[in-house]
């Protein structure tokens, strides 16, 4: 199974200012059931948080934007839908994915934001995502940050 990380730090203050209620669930990668409340305005990451513990990158990548902004740790490029597939399956073919919680999520118009931390490899990793969508269209990845967790103090 490919083993790839996905650090993506997208302005935790925006998400603060947001004000919006903090929800976590877990997703196991070995079990990939989603425990997340029914349908609502978050339901556009179910599909994406179920990838990430599963460190399917191949499935993930239909999220993305045809061009998206990506950080693995503190390595950042604008990169095509094809390159930013790459680096995510680089990242999980050296860090096995074992789950993925999410720890904010909140929304604005027409964008979602997602925090959440990916047990991969033995590590912790803050995983950011930003997607949004203009007008009926699925929402699509923007910005993917993934970032060494440090500890809490």
Request: cysteine-free.
């Given at each position: 199974m490919?083993?790839?990380?996905?650090?993506?730090?997208?302005?935790?203050?925006?998400?603060?200012?947001?004000?919006?209620?903090?929800?976590s669930f877990l997703i196991s990668?070995?079990?990939?059931?989603?425990?997340?409340?029914?349908?609502?305005?978050?339901?556009?990451?179910?599909?994406?948080?179920?990838?990430?513990?599963?460190?399917?990158?191949?499935?993930?990548?239909?999220w993305f934007a045809d061009n998206l902004d990506v950080t693995v740790l503190s390595t950042s490029r604008n990169c095509s839908k094809k390159q930013a597939r790459e680096i995510?399956?680089?990242f999980f073919s050296s860090n096995t994915p074992r789950s993925f919680e999410v720890t904010h999520k909140a929304s604005e118009a027409n964008k979602k934001y997602l925090?959440?931390?990916?047990?991969?490899?033995?590590?912790?990793?803050q995983v950011t995502i930003y997607a949004t969508s203009s007008g009926q269209e699925t929402y699509k990845i923007q910005q993917l940050n993934i970032s060494r967790q440090t500890a809490a103090y």
């Open positions: 490919n083993k790839l990380l996905h650090t993506f730090t997208v302005v935790a203050a925006l998400l603060v200012s947001l004000g919006a209620g903090a929800q990668n070995t079990n990939a059931r989603t425990q997340q409340p029914q349908g609502g305005e978050f339901s556009v990451f179910s599909s994406i948080t179920k990838y990430l513990a599963a460190g399917d990158e191949a499935s993930l990548s239909t995510l399956r680089n925090i959440g931390q990916l047990n991969a490899g033995g590590e912790l990793f």
